[in-house]
């Protein structure tokens, strides 16, 4: 008897974990997330100010989860993952605004460089279906 009771355990809490593994946060119909500066092919000067828009949902910073809502994260010189079901990495290329920023100074070199914005949950996972920004293109003068 006692020895059936662990395998039934280890099922039920298979069961119970798996869809909260795979279940994205939902994205209302309609939700947009954009940069809106620099525009698109914007010579600019480093630091640069860029500025995020949000239409149809709401920003909370992370670990708060709450309806709708998510912060934004900045992908500089990168393209979003192919996956994204996980998390997004922390680093340079992919900046986490966790505290519900909306616009962030960026010290760049010069040159040509791509600015793409992800929203993501509470527990920095795209959206489904994914919040994500047209990428666009800047160039840094010296
Ligand atoms: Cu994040």
Redesign the pocket.
Known sequence: MRANKLPFLVLAAALVSLPALADRTPSPAGAEVYIVSPKDGAKVKSPVTVVFGLKGMGIAP?GIKFDNTG?H?LLVDANPPDDLSQ??P?NEHNI???KGQTETSLTLPPGKHTLQLVL?DSL?TPHEPAVISKQITITVEK
């Open positions: 992370a912060h994260h998390p997004l922390a986490h605004f966790g993501a920095h």
